[in-house]
């Protein structure tokens, strides 16, 4: 199913709760949390904090948020087959991760590209991506 | 295998349970024991939110302690009490298990438990499935019997450096053997988050106990944690660096950022609210 495009104002909107909850969860502070920083690499943020900022999110926007809803929003319209071979991300699922992690700069993908890697690339704004595409779901439903 | 079910065991019995949702449970205090600290208190609340884990999971997965938002203090429980314990999981899968609960001794609230989150990683690593599932038949049917659990040996802690009232270094010595890394776990032996969490509050209490604007006739006593986080596993015999740093929050009361270490890697991190209580 196509995802409908994020908007900018949509970004900026959830943002503010976003950097709050996310500075809260890594113990830095707020400006820290800039929309492009990489939160592994720019903010040491481990899996255990990922985990941390999902459950918190989900609290702050009463959302749900599966594990793993990065990766499957990230791979849109392909199949997990399509996306990823062995481990490796394929070059049409390269294709599809830069267009939906279009804030990272293309330099920080790398070819290859192993699916564990993949976090190494997640920002905040990725995580206003993962809140907003979860809202939309609950308002789908409801 | 004595210590397996007793060394470090915290349900006596079960006694409310609606799979996947809730339980409420009982564990009967030993009245031999000199102490029994809220951490393990706490610990009992967990136990009891795991139990309903690996039962909706049937028995594949467990989940092991990492996130805790909020963990509330209201009252010691002395040696002697039977603890009333509750748990409400909000989700439960294979990847984790989110759950509030509490602990009451008497009619009085002993401690909350507030959005925690726990992994869930595969059983098999840690114990044997079937006498977990053996296990938790026994605890929904007649219980165990009480009085299995002899306390915990105190970890050496060894304080360092450290500026007064502001912060405090120390290190704490994981003991190389303890009969409770026979039931924490029997596959792989994990010094208890809750046993650091103990030691990172006496810390604490400690680097508060001589801030200056401490009021006279009072001593500092435990609030809340927050932001309880744990990175990694511990193992037996690992060497822990503690660190407390206070901020004072007014009236004598403060807000304590407390870390540990291994090997240079952070391995928990964690926030105490104290307040002054008058002492008696």
Known sequence: ?142 | MADHFAAFSFVDRITGFTPGVRARGQFAVPAVLAAFPSCLVAEAVGQLAAWVAMAQADFRVRPVAALANEMRFHGDVPPGALLGLAVEIDSCDDEAVAYAGRATSGDALAIELLDCLGPMLPVAEFDSPGELAARFDLLRGPGATPGRFHGVPVPEIVRGAGVPGESLAAVLHVPAVAPFFADHFPRRPVFPATLLLDAQISLALQLAAEAPDLPAGTQPAPVRMTHVKMRSFIPPGEVLALDAQRAPTGGGAGQIMLSARANGMTVSTARLEYAPRRVA
Not at chain 1, 15 to 28: K, N, Q, S, V, Y
Not at chain 1, 44 to 65: G, P, Q, T, Y
Not at chain 1, 112 to 122: C, E, Y
């Open chain 1, 1 to 142: 199913m196509a995802q409908q495009e994020i908007t900018r104002d949509e970004i900026m909107a959830v943002f503010p709760t976003i950097a709050e909850t996310m500075a809260d969860a890594l113990g830095c502070d707020v400006d820290d949390i800039k929309l492009d920083v990489s939160l592994i690499e720019g903010l040491d943020a481990e899996s255990i904090d990922f985990l941390d900022m999902v459950f918190r999110l989900e609290r702050a926007f009463k959302i749900k948020i599966p594990r793993g809803k990065i990766v499957e929003n990230a791979r849109g319209a392909l199949s997990e087959a399509e996306f990823e071979q062995n481990g490796l991300v394929t070059d049409a699922g390269l294709a599809q991760l830069r267009a939906y992690l279009s804030e990272v700069p293309a330099e920080r993908f790398r070819t290859p590209t192993k699916v564990k890697d993949i976090p190494r690339l997640f920002t905040p704004e990725t995580f206003c991506k993962l809140v907003i595409s979860a809202q939309r779901s609950a308002k789908a439903a409801s």
